[in-house]
């Protein structure tokens, strides 16, 4: 039980940390500490505003519920807390036997200004390629605020009750390291604030039933290189050292805490350790060090944390690594790291992402039945998500009549079911991205999940796909 001399004290401190007034001030949520969060969030208070000379709180519900011991949070299916080593854990949601469909919440977290271009134009950030030199060119404070605002009204309550609306049960969610702020090194350039943000998302899906997979998709140093999905596009990856393993590692064992601590994280149920890492040859050292080291260790240190937490094993996270070699029949492909599974142990809690973009696939004729033949035969395997994928395809192709939007609708939601299908021999997949903004948005549905409902080209129900796929008559 917290008293309420304790929350002063918590409020205090964070008052301090945050150089303000406490006394009548508003407070910035973003920046609370996470056993302040906490304090507040299992106890139902809101955090918007406190004033610590009458520790004057707005209660949500009454004050019954400011006890710790006993809160537990909803969740789809009765759950049951536990207490382990101090910390109040809480179990994990899977969904049912069905397949996981799912969309990636990109731009939410680490904004690619390709697909988000009006919000980026909007936060200031028009002159800059990145986040990193956003927040280096506009400074520090001007960023944090610009970011915040982004972090409000990229993803709302509305996208996932409209994901849960269409079939959908999953969401992706990729993160950058620096949303632990602990490990941010001096010299580096990162928007602040974003783990309460993550919270609340999260929450969200809980609310409504949806699964949820966080995915490390940019490592300490930068793990792949001329990329604006690490935040930081430049030419030589700096992740592959034990220096910056370690920051990652502290990233995993934070994140993986507060997904067994903290209520609102009930149905995240995988965490992905890094997103798509450098290739061989050209990264071939780094790529090896990455398998021999990085990856199994990653995945001890993640179990190690659940073990301090004594977490039961049912309620364990499975752990995912890009599926580098793995199940692609026929075309030759792979993401190009090496094998995963010669550093992983032969477990159920080990899973693998692999990113099937037929756009990038020159192997494939360029016609429409070659590329719905291809999508037919795809099957990926045991333990493996399709992690990202789109209706994309080659940019040499895309403008052509063909292939084109305006007039091609039902082509392209032959396509859908295509892909979808046959990424359901896995284990299931999640559409990159969401949502889009600016020309992408409204003129090119092909990366846009919401915006190709919209449009009449992906179905209302996303389990749809054996019914609509054209594979029956390729196979």
Not at 60 to 81: D, E, H, I, K, M
Not at 116 to 138: F, H, L, P, R
Not at 190 to 207: A, E, F, Q, T, Y
């Amino acid at each position: 039980m917290v008293s309420f001399g304790e929350l002063e004290d918590l409020l205090l401190q964070d008052a301090d940390r945050q150089q303000i007034n406490p006394r009548g001030t508003d407070i910035d949520v973003q920046y609370l500490s996470s056993q302040l969060y906490q304090a507040l969030e299992f106890g139902k208070i809101s955090p918007f505003r406190y004033n610590t000379s009458v520790v004057a709180i707005m209660l949500w519900n009454s004050l019954f519920y400011f006890f710790l011991g006993t809160a537990s949070a909803w969740t789809p299916q009765s759950r049951v807390a536990a207490r382990a080593n101090g910390e109040q854990l809480t179990e994990r949601w899977l969904p049912s036997d069905k397949k996981i469909r799912g969309v990636n919440l990109g731009s939410q977290f680490i904004i690619e200004r390709w697909m988000a271009e009006e919000s980026w134009k909007t936060m200031g950030c028009s002159a800059y390629n990145d986040e990193w030199q956003c927040v280096k060119g506009i400074g520090q404070a001007k960023a944090n605020a610009a970011f915040k605002k982004h972090w409000e009204t990229w993803i709302t309550e509305d996208d996932i009750k409209q994901i849960a609306s269409l079939g959908l049960n999953a969401v992706r969610i990729p993160v950058g390291y620096w949303m632990h702020e602990d490990i941010i090194q001096d010299g580096e350039y990162w928007p602040r604030g974003g783990i309460w943000h993550l919270d609340r998302i999260v929450g969200w899906c809980k609310d409504h039933g949806i699964y949820v997979l966080i995915g490390l998709h940019s490592g300490p140093g930068i793990s792949s290189p001329n990329e604006q999905f690490t935040g930081h596009s430049v030419p030589d990856p700096g992740f592959y050292t034990p220096e910056n393993y370690e920051r990652a590692y502290k990233f995993l064992e934070w994140m993986t805490k507060r997904i067994h601590t903290n209520g609102n994280y009930t149905t995240v149920g995988m965490l992905e350790v890094l997103n798509e890492p450098v290739h061989v040859p050209k990264w071939k050292d780094e790529a090896a060090d990455m398998i021999k080291n990085y990856y199994p260790n990653a995945y001890k240190r993640i179990q190690a944390m659940e073990g301090y937490l004594k977490v039961p094993a049912a309620d364990r996270l499975h752990i995912q690594f890009m599926a580098s070699t793995l199940h692609i029949p026929e075309t030759g492909k792979s993401w190009g790291s090496g094998d995963p599974r010669t550093s992983l142990p032969d477990e159920d809690t080990v899973f693998f992402d692999a990113h099937r973009y037929l756009s990038f696939d020159n192997r494939i004729a360029g016609n429409k039945k070659a590329y719905i033949q291809t999508a037919c035969k795809d099957d990926m395997g045991r333990h493996v998500f399709v992690g990202e994928w789109s209706l994309s395809v080659n940019s040499t192709l895309k403008n052509t009549d063909e292939f084109k939007v305006d007039g091609q609708e039902t082509w392209y939601k032959a396509y859908w079911a295509a892909q979808a299908e046959s990424f359901e021999k896995s284990d299931g997949w999640f559409f990159w991205s969401w949502k889009c903004d600016g020309k992408l948005g409204k003129q090119d549905w092909r990366w846009c999940y919401q915006s190709a409902v919209a449009a009449g080209v992906i179905p209302k129900d996303a389990g749809s796909a054996a019914s609509l796929s054209p594979c029956a008559r390729y196979t």
